[in-house]
């Protein structure tokens, strides 16, 4: 009778044997060593072994007496019943059978008697493609010799009884009697030396398969998956991964405050790990070089590939041979089973009381509740919202009841995360502080639609409900493209039909990503240290200001271009004002004060003048890396406002002394269409340039002579895109690109307001429409039908 079995003899059909965990161990260790993944050794025991255990301690029954009529929302009872049923287990003895198998494959996987191990537990009906046991029972680390062994195997048999876990199962709807647990004992990898964490082989918050998400922090994985840190977070491309090219497109240092690490001398019974602090040098590295987070996104492809269905994946670093490990594999169970897509939509907005990372991509309002202690979590009612410093498995019977998560500490993998996407719940991680900013009792809105960045806002604020419609798109002759601000939205908004990206622009990646004036960076052994101590805390992680100010951007163009890739996006070169620009930190050093910055120092102006070349010059090095190192040749490059056939001749010069050359590698230049002289002139401005994009937002003021910033309601009323004048203009610039075969196409606001505007583009033979991406369906449905 087999109650032990080698990793090496498993594969994932012995799921019902073993646990997904350790079939899952057991197949990459048979079928992915020879792709180069590296799993540790070890062994498991069996779910027979288990059943045979409680049979032969004759724990059957009381454990079936003690379940059968729960409650599973009575805490105080399902807590009651769970305490009496580990104290019995972990009393147990072993039957002799399975006490004598245990013994020998431990000797022969610790032949030198050094080794140290974890424990782990793996259920029998644990990580199946429409269900995650993750985190329900217990693991435990750095155990070395025998007795610890049998001791730990004792608890993991006990943790199946956790209130957790009973909790889950209950709702679930598996039997508590369907379920048996495997014991894995798999070799230590030395990450407590090195760093850790979780990988996902898509985007865990939008879905998105073509990216590989990667968490790390320093020391053994514990503090990452339980949200104690907030983690280095890493996305990987998979389409530039596969070319060959550089294939990190976004880089967020975590701040990394605490690790667990090995006790080197402990006694039988004791915690084997401890909590310490990190050095403030390397809380303020990334964890990974870029060779290891490019080696975890091919294990993660590897992986994805072997299992056909995206992965949730554990690695850890070891810090004495410096090599990468893979710990567990299973199915990603929430985006994988999402059935039909939602959209929520903030109405409205108010104070924002605390900022953290974003989980769920939906609005929450409800009542807060500060729990500090897990003692308390009987005071949470349904609907509330839970603010604490962090959670662990034993809060999920309570979870299910909130509205909302908002934690301290944690990162998109921590435990508060993956229960809250799970239970389809909003949350916001890694707040700092939110536990002593929040208040008891007062209405909070949870917002987690603004990308990356989750907001907690004062007051219960009005949001709406979309259900995605899904549509069969056909040709309508005029493409429909994206105008694309935030990158960490771009996952999300690839997913709408579309034919690529029309409009993204450059301010908004350095405003909000690099939130620095170019020149300040540029200047950063000049400027004063208060300035200069704001660039180095923004620049942890990155070698030098400039290079932060460059791979920032160029991290930022990439996750738009990888997003919709190989379809066309446009990236239109920084068009900040004047007044926009000193916004900026250090801004006010270098920009001037202008009565009206709409009119003045912009566009291709700025480009050419002495003092911003060096600026312009770290613009194009971010799409020079996007494009060439990183393959992205999908991206345009659109020139806003060029106000004369001189700036026009000069720009495409300057962009072509900056390696960015018309034509080369298959680059396309627009030009933003927007100037009253570029429509009146368009032949002669078509001749520098591979098409037009027609910003009617600005084409409109100027053709009125009309300031769209104008509060006053009569000029209010007056703008209008489908103005006759604005249309002559319009039409004159598609007639002229026509006539040359080239490309046209508009990325103002009008057709996204106006759908008649959106008909009479289409019927003037327009090549593509840049819509924003709430009007895109709407549009389509509408031009199809004509």
């Known amino acids: 009778m087999e109650y032990v079995i080698a990793f090496s003899k498993l594969r994932m059909s012995d799921v019902e044997i073993v646990g997904g965990k350790n079939a899952s161990l057991g197949e990459m260790i048979s079928n992915l060593s020879g792709s180069g993944v590296r799993v540790p050794d070890g062994f498991a025991t069996t779910a027979k072994a288990f059943k045979d255990f409680l049979a032969y301690n004759n724990l059957d029954e009381i454990i079936n007496n003690e379940l059968k009529s729960l409650n599973p929302d009575d805490l105080n009872a399902l807590a009651k019943s769970g305490e009496k049923i580990r104290n019995l287990i972990t009393k147990a003895n072993f039957q002799p059978l399975f006490l004598e198998q245990i013994k020998k494959f431990y000797k022969e996987l610790d032949s030198d008697g050094l080794g140290t191990f974890a424990v782990r537990s793996s259920a029998t009906a644990e990580d199946l493609p429409d269900a995650s046991f993750a985190g329900q029972q217990e693991t435990f680390l750095n155990v070395s010799g025998i007795d610890d062994v049998l001791d730990k195997i004792r608890l993991v048999f006990a943790s199946l009884y956790n209130d957790r876990a009973i909790s889950y199962r209950v709702h679930k709807g598996f039997s508590h009697f369907d379920v048996a647990l495997s014991a894995g004992i798999q070799r230590m990898v030395r990450s407590d030396k090195g760093s850790s964490g979780v990988m996902f082989s898509l ?159 939906k609005v929450s309002v409800g009542v807060v509740k500060v729990i500090n202690d897990i003692s308390e979590i009987n005071l949470v009612n349904d609907g509330d919202v839970i603010v604490t410093d962090m959670t662990d498995p034993n809060w999920e019977p309570v979870m299910k009841k909130a509205a909302a998560i908002v934690t301290n500490r944690g990162g998109r993998t921590c435990h508060a995360a993956i229960i809250a996407r799970e239970l389809g719940i909003g949350a916001v ?22 990308g990356d960045e989750g907001r907690i806002y004062e007051g219960a604020l009005k949001y709406e409900i979309k259900e995605q419609e899904e549509i069969e798109v056909k040709n309508c002759d005029v493409k429909i493209m994206m105008n694309i601000g935030n990158p960490a939205l771009a996952f999300k908004f690839a997913q709408i039909p579309n034919d690529g990206v029309g409009l993204a622009r450059l301010e908004f990646i350095i405003n909000n990503h690099i939130g620095i004036h170019p020149n300040a960076i540029l200047d950063y052994d000049k400027i004063d240290n208060e300035l200069r101590a704001k660039i180095d805390n923004a620049m942890k992680g990155y070698l030098n200001p400039k290079s932060f100010f460059v791979e920032k951007l160029a991290e930022g163009i990439a996750t738009i271009a990888a997003a919709f890739y190989p379809k066309p996006v446009i990236i239109r070169l920084s068009d900040f004002k004047t007044n926009e620009y000193r916004k900026l930190l250090g801004g006010e050093l270098y920009e001037m004060h202008e009565e009206n910055p709409m009119l003045g120092f912009r566009g291709a102006s700025r480009y050419l003048a002495p003092n911003f070349a060096e600026c312009f010059k770290l613009e194009c090095e971010a799409l020079k890396i996007a494009r060439d190192e990183m393959g992205l040749t999908n991206i345009e490059i659109m020139v806003p406002f060029v106000r004369t056939l001189s700036q026009a001749n000069s720009v495409i010069n300057l962009l072509a002394k900056n390696g960015l050359k018309r034509g080369e590698k298959g680059l396309r230049v627009i030009m933003m269409c927007e100037v009253p002289s570029n429509a009146i002139l368009c032949d002669e401005f078509l001749e520098f340039f591979d098409g037009f994009s027609i910003g009617s937002n600005d084409l409109t003021q100027l053709t009125l002579g009309l300031d769209r910033d104008s509060g006053m309601d009569i000029l209010v009323a007056d703008f209008d895109e489908r103005d006759e004048a604005v249309l002559f203009m319009i039409e004159r610039a598609i007639n002229a690109c026509k006539k040359a075969g080239k490309y046209v196409g508009i990325c103002g606001q009008g057709p996204s307001d106006h759908i008649d505007l959106a008909i009479w583009l289409k019927q003037k033979g327009i090549s593509s429409m840049s819509l924003n991406p709430d009007s895109v369906i709407s549009t389509y449905k509408r031009l199809m039908s004509m």
């Open 203 to 361: 985007d865990t918050e939008s879905g998105f398969s073509d990216v590989v998400f990667i968490t790390s922090s320093y020391g053994l994985g514990e503090c990452v998956v339980q949200g104690a840190v907030n983690p280095d977070e890493f996305y990987v491309s998979k389409t530039c991964l596969k070319m060959g090219h550089k294939a990190i497109i976004s880089k967020k240092i975590g701040s990394k405050l605490i690790k667990m690490e090995f006790k080197e001398e402990r006694k039988l019974g004791e915690n084997a790990v401890k909590v310490v602090d990190v050095e403030k040098h390397l809380q303020d590295r990334f964890s990974l070089n870029d060779e290891q987070i490019n080696e975890l996104a091919k294990y993660a492809l590897i992986i994805e590939e072997h299992y056909k269905r995206p992965m949730d994946i554990e690695w850890g670093l070891d810090a004495l041979d410096n090599k990468i490990y893979i710990l567990q594999a299973r199915p990603e169970t929430v985006q994988s089973q999402k059935k039909k897509d939602v959209s929520y939509e903030l109405k409205e907005e108010s104070k924002v009381l605390i900022t953290g990372r974003a989980i769920g991509q």
């Open 429 to 450: 991680v890694g707040t700092g502080n939110a536990t002593s900013v929040l208040k008891n009792g007062e209405i909070v809105s949870v917002s987690c639609v603004h």
